[in-house]
Structure formats: structure tokens, C-alpha cells
T-cell receptor
Framework: AQSVTQLDSQVPVFEEAPVELRCNYS??????LFWYVQYPNQGLQLLLK??????LVKGINGFEAEFNKSQTSFHLRKPSVHISDTAEYFC???????????FGEGTQLTVNP | DGGITQSPKYLFRKEGQNVTLSCEQN?????MYWYRQDPGQGLRLIYY???????QKGDIAEGYSVSREKKESFPLTVTSAQKNPTAFYLC??????????FGSGTRLTVV
């Protein structure tokens, strides 16, 4: 079985500041990792994913994440945030041989002017 | 456009009633999923189906039922046995390593 822990439930930042949303996972086998974004009353949109290869993954809207196998982490970063980045962000994991996607509890990112 | 359609967007149910949430996809994906979302709890898996006429329970299947008679459709019934059904319900599909695609959700409220 796998699990995901998002270390911050809320992250407030000012516009144009950098941000990091932290995600740790637990699994006894190889995994795929995902970050999703959710705007109010909407579904989830894929930001980026790690399947294999380079540990630095670039996604949409200027976000990137780094897979760190030794620390079992997959932190999401953006060097300069915008008001429009205000949303809830979910980290998720699935085993490479499996089908179930397990989510973290989410991090609410609020960008203030 | 290919995608997932969840309907209705908002649904109200009286206590003791069953209600069915619709999920239709035209992506030709084999696997389909139902998740429940509550504030501060992330998304929890209710049921999933990897192929027509087959489905498995997720982590919180009690009080829910599903069917998968067609590849395109995976309806979820919230039965009267579900003690706390008020939540946001999300349907998703998956194909291989390409990741999961989500619908726009149905918000169910018990009145």
C-alpha cells in the first residue's frame, strides 16, 4: 500500500514570491507521482507527473517538482507566483504496477497582493 | 472534444433516498474511478473499474454501489445506507501511464 503526506495544509504567500509545497510519500515499491491543482467547485487538473528519468519535472503554469527517492519526497515549486495560482494543490502517488491513485490531503495556496 | 461529463453539477437528496450520479466519458479509456472529496481530507477512493462488467471496492465503498455495463459509463449510486453522503464527488478515467483525467464533479447535499 502507498500513502501521501502533504506537510502544509495552508500556504499563504505574496504575489511574485517563490513558493514550495511539500509532499512526502510512502511505498515499498516503485511509484509514479503526480501534482494536481483544483479551483473552487471544479475537477482536478494535472500540473505535472514523474514517471521515470530526470528527477526534475517541469509542468504547466511555470510549476516544477523534484523527485527525491532517498527522502521519498516530491516537492512542488514555483519561482514567482501570481494571484491566479490561488487554488488547492494535491500530491498523488500510484504504484508502477498498480491502478489506484492515492491522494494527500491537499494544500491550499493563497496568493495575496 | 474528448472528456468526462459528470451530471448533475449540484444534487440535493432527502435523507433515506437513493440517488445516482452520472459519469460519461468519450476518451475510450478502460479504467474509471469514483472519488469522494471532503474538506481537509483529500480525495478518497470509493470504487474503480478497470474493464467493462468488472469493478472493485476502494477505501470507502460502504453505502455506495456502481455498475459498468458500458465502457463509456460508470454511474455511482449513493444509497440510504451511506450515513454522511454530503460531499463533492469526482469521477476519473485513466489510460496507461498518461495519468488520470477528472470530471468537473457533482456536489451532493442531503437536506
Amino acid at each position: 500500500a502507498q500513502s501521501v503526506t502533504q506537510l502544509d495544509s495552508q500556504v499563504p504567500v505574496f504575489e511574485e514570491a517563490p513558493v514550495e509545497l511539500r509532499c512526502n510519500y510512502s511505498s515499498s515499491v516503485s511509484v509514479y507521482l503526480f501534482w494536481y491543482v483544483q479551483y473552487p467547485n471544479q475537477g482536478l487538473q494535472l500540473l505535472l507527473k514523474y514517471l521515470s528519468g530526470s528527477t526534475l519535472v517541469k509542468g504547466i503554469n511555470g510549476f516544477e517538482a523534484e523527485f527525491n527517492k532517498s527522502q521519498t519526497s516530491f516537492h512542488l515549486r514555483k519561482p514567482s507566483v501570481h494571484i491566479s495560482d490561488t487554488a488547492e494543490y494535491f500530491c498523488a502517488v500510484t504504484q508502477t504496477s498498480g491502478s489506484r491513485l492515492t491522494f494527500g490531503e491537499g494544500t491550499q495556496l493563497t496568493v495575496n497582493p | 472534444d474528448g472528456g468526462i461529463t459528470q451530471s448533475p453539477k449540484y444534487l440535493f437528496r432527502k435523507e433515506g433516498q437513493n440517488v445516482t450520479l452520472s459519469c460519461e466519458q468519450n476518451l475510450n479509456h478502460d479504467a474509471m474511478y469514483w472519488y469522494r472529496q471532503d474538506p481537509g481530507q483529500g480525495l478518497r477512493l470509493i470504487y474503480y473499474s478497470q474493464i467493462v462488467n468488472d469493478f472493485q471496492k476502494g477505501d470507502i465503498a460502504e453505502g455506495y454501489s456502481v455498475s459498468r455495463e458500458k465502457k463509456e459509463s460508470f454511474p455511482l449510486t449513493v444509497t440510504s445506507a451511506q450515513k454522511n453522503p454530503t460531499a463533492f464527488y469526482l469521477c476519473a478515467t485513466r489510460v496507461g501511464e498518461l495519468g488520470y483525467t477528472f470530471g468537473s464533479g457533482t456536489r451532493l447535499t442531503v437536506v
